[in-house]
């Protein structure tokens, strides 16, 4: 490999592998930091990427980097995105089996941007026909749609995907993309209804009020003007100069027909995140004996679903039941919105999909209505994680220590848990 680098690429080292001091996380940092400082934020370690986000727009994802990559070996040149997705894809074509490209990295770490930098990348190199070019297109269009109502600015990302993603292509025998389809688990459903300062709701919601002709915005009931929602304020970052609501929805709204909703399709759509706005704004009022009451509650013309309080409620126990609401109707329709994008993607219902929806079925009905808080997102979060980390270890650190076997080589146990089994071992044996 370091034969065929020029002068330029040889910063620092490309693969850790090959790193005198490969223990020693200063020894890492360094080389990652000299790296980063000449633009080049991959490294490999073995057959794994490392990528540190640059925050800018680097000249390295044209189509002539692209072309560069096709079809040569892994090593051969240096560490790049490209070079992972073409040697993955040829790995599959020629052993004619699934492959994963698993993505993982802490919130702003470039998750989002390496899977289209991916998707974009096999959208060039996969052999291509008309009905190709179709699955093509809808899948690069699936992405704006999905992050208008599944992303939202944090304080770490102005663009946070707020759901987990699993995303399948499927190739036909020739390496053509004849399918895809997304699974999408644990959206952060509470978004909807509280912000914390400097965060905002899901975008879709100022891109509707900000980019929506007059008479759409006339016959959903809403005025432009963000700071008249309620659920759109309470961060108190509405506008962001880093974010252009409106062009954004011109984005969507064309990616919305390509990926063929009907105008039908969308009016409800649309209609749908107007009313949970109005829903956000209804106001209770406690009647004279404590009871929550709606009194001349505009909102209430706008929104299509009517509803009676049965049972009397306090005041706070209404506005629960407003916010339980207004999550509900945004979580089912963001998975509405999923299945019609798998739908116009033509996929097969996989054995892993089954498996997943339903541990996230339950989750969901154990989760969200029984404790309903944040933090049992949370956790759902980090189990999620721990398991992904887990397939990380079994994959690397695993085969890993096969190998030591292998070749005889015994391990140092230095950890607590192995230091525990070890001294176990040895009264069990004594
Ligand atoms: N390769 C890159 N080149 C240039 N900018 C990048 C790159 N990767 C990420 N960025 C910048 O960093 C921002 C955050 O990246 P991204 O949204 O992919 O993070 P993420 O890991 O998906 O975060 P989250 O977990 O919050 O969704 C992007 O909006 C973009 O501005």
């Known amino acids: ?35 980063f400082h000449e633009n080049f934020i991959y490294t490999y370690i073995g057959t794994l990427l490392v990528s540190v986000n640059p925050y800018k727009d680097l000249d390295i994802y044209s189509k002539k980097q692209m072309d560069t990559y096709m079809g040569v070996n892994f090593f051969e040149l240096p560490p790049h995105i490209y070079a992972l997705a073409d040697n993955v894809f040829r790995t599959m074509l020629s052993e004619f089996n699934n492959h994963f490209i698993l993505i993982s990295g802490e919130s702003g770490a470039g998750k989002t941007e390496a899977s289209k ?14 009905l190709l ?11 704006p749609v999905l992050e208008a109502f599944g992303n939202a600015k944090t304080l770490k990302n102005d663009n946070s995907s707020r759901f987990g993603k699993y995303m399948d292509i499927q190739f036909d025998h020739q390496g053509g993309a004849v399918g ?13 209804v509280h912000q914390n300062h400097g965060e905002r709701n899901f975008h879709i919601f100022y891109q509707l009020v900000e980019g929506g002709d007059e008479e759409l915005l006339r016959w959903l009931g809403l005025e432009r003007n963000c700071q008249h929602y309620r659920y759109l304020v309470q961060g108190d970052c509405a506008k962001v100069s880093s974010i252009n609501d409106k062009s954004d929805w011109k984005t969507v709204r064309k990616a919305l027909s390509v990926t063929e909703f ?74 509405w919105l999923v299945n019609k994008i798998n739908e116009s993607l033509a996929n097969k219902v996989s054995k ?16 969200f ?30 085969s890993e220590q096969e190998e030591y076997e292998m070749e005889g080589i015994e391990e140092k146990h230095r950890g607590i848990i192995s230091l525990l089994v070890k001294m176990l071992q040895t009264q069990k044996d004594e």
């Open 352 to 367: 892993t999909e089954i498996f997943l929806k339903m541990v996230i079925g339950l989750l969901d009905i154990y989760g």
């Open 133 to 143: 070019n179709n699955v093509r297109d809808r899948l690069l269009l699936s992405n």
């Open 369 to 398: 209505e029984v404790f309903n808080v944040n933090s049992f997102e949370q956790f759902c979060i980090n189990y999620c994680n721990e398991k992904l980390q887990q397939l990380f270890i079994e994959l690397t650190l695993k």
């Open 1 to 35: 490999m370091e034969a065929s680098l020029t002068a330029r690429d040889r910063v620092g080292i490309q693969d850790f592998v090959l790193l005198d001091a490969y223990t020693s996380e200063s020894a890492f940092l360094d080389n990652l930091r000299k790296r």
């Open 180 to 192: 895809g389809h997304i699974i999408n688990y644990l959206l952060e459903k509470s978004r909807v």
């Open 117 to 130: 930098k991916i998707l974009q990348f096999y959208a060039v190199s996969c052999p291509s026909t008309t």
């Open 262 to 335: 009907s105008e039908s399709d969308m009016e409800h759509l649309f209609g749908i995140i107007a009313s949970v706005l109005h829903l956000g704004n209804i106001k209770f009022e406690a009647d004279a004996r404590g009871y929550a009451a709606l009194n001349n509650n505009q909102e209430i013309i706008f929104l299509i679903l009517s509803f009676k309080v049965l049972s009397p409620f306090s005041v706070d126990h209404a506005v629960y039941a407003r916010d339980a609401l207004a999550k509900a109707i945004y979580g089912r329709t963001f998975n």
